[in-house]
């Protein structure tokens, strides 16, 4: 517990291991992105037929609420999985404590949420998380396809956001461990991301704009 | 009383799977499963896998890095829905029975496995690309499906049905077994039977420069005559200059499709082609 909540350990997370968090995320996402559009090249079938027109069209109806059947089939899921993915990726990037520590490390800054806005924010991904873990276990289709690293997934989202959020309110743990935990956490979150089925996140794009434009040919829609 | 039992025992009998407990299906006997299997050995089966799926295809890669297990795409498929929602029918859950399975043991799966393999995405599948509008990634489900079809077909593992109708393909280049002279021939008795409601009814064979060209399914010229005979009615009324090809390939469906017979396929589309280029036509009509 005294290690947790040392200072030397918060050096190494603070310091170093930021570092090889953000360099491991943005150069292992953009080499897989790289060597995943390089292969689709050689797969002489591909790029013949991918359509900007029909890539921005089939994206457009997945990236907004109920914009495509599926979404509009399932409204629980949908408003879950939209509220999940939002408060992901726009809690982080916008948070204040974030955005101090970018502020005093390279001296800029970039607009903040309010932070009782971020609080509920952070419940809101702890919340979705249990939603689907309990998807997982309950639902006959999602849990005869799940496996091991499902739930591992599923903590290395939800784990940041408990910490951040339990480091915010100073409980369970005391703050200096809970802050270093929270850290550490969301470097593993970062690491992972390019090499765990997380990286779909990039991945989502290249799918979309395969099928959309298949579907375009094919005179129908995908959505 | 003993006979009867039995014959009761052998209704409720049922396949379950060893590796998927959920996976329960009535007994189907057939050849092509059931006996072609005897021929396969390890050796065989894992080299197959690897010739089709060993060199990870972009296609296949960003299937099996994006698919989050979510499940969404059940919902799209006719088998699940009209199976009760039984989760072994839902479009993920044929990724996990096979390919899935295949990728994780390197290969290493035996004869008994194949034929599972071939069940599902045989027998369970219309590969019908639903899936791929369900799913919120898009992922090409079927493309996946259809490599495990073209590992079967390889391993020459396919209800018997579909394989005559494959060999038929290879052989004749149609699905019918009928060689150029059955085609001309029984193009020239539609022709001639039609005379009978229309004295100047024709079916232009070989007829160089007409506008369309007329691209019956197999099964048309063998047991649907009148489909033919009516569409020669239709282009007479309508005042259409059109042919149907003397030459292969006429058929313009294609079996070698759904077992994933790349070469087969890619004759079929060839020839297509060539009779509409030897021809000068302007439109391809096919049945559908």
Redesign the interface.
Known sequence: MEFLASTALYNILRGPLVWLAFLVFIGGSSY?LYT??D??K??KV?FPFISLKATLK?LFH?VIPFGS??WR??PV?TSV?FLFHICLVFTPIFLLSHNILWHESWGISWWSLPENIADIMTLIVIFTCIFFFLRRIL?????????SS?YI?LAISFLPFLTGFFAYHQWVLPHKAMVNLHILFGEVMLIAIPFT?L??MF??F???S???S??AMWHT??? | MAVKNAAKEAVKEKVVSREFKEYVRDVIPDKGLDETIARLTPEKIEKTIKAVIGGRSSRIKAVMNTCIHCGLCAEACQWYLSYDKDPTYAPVAKMRMTIWEMIKRDGKVDAEFIKQCARIVFTECNICHRCSMYCPYGLDITFIIGMVRRICFLLGVIPQSQLDQAQAHIVTLNQVWLSQNDWIDAVQFIEEESGADYIDLRIPIDNEGAEVMFLPLGAEPKTGTYHIERTAKIMLVAGVNWTVPGKDVWDSSSMSMFVRDFFTMQRIVRGLYENAARLRIKTMMLTE
């Open positions: 897989k995943l559009i292969l689709a050689k797969d591909i089939s997945w059947r599926n089939l399932r899921m999985t639902i006959p289709e999602v849990k005869f396809v799940t496996f499902d997934l089925r990286g779909h991945y989502f290249l799918t979309r395969w099928m959309g298949n579907f829609r995908d959505w």
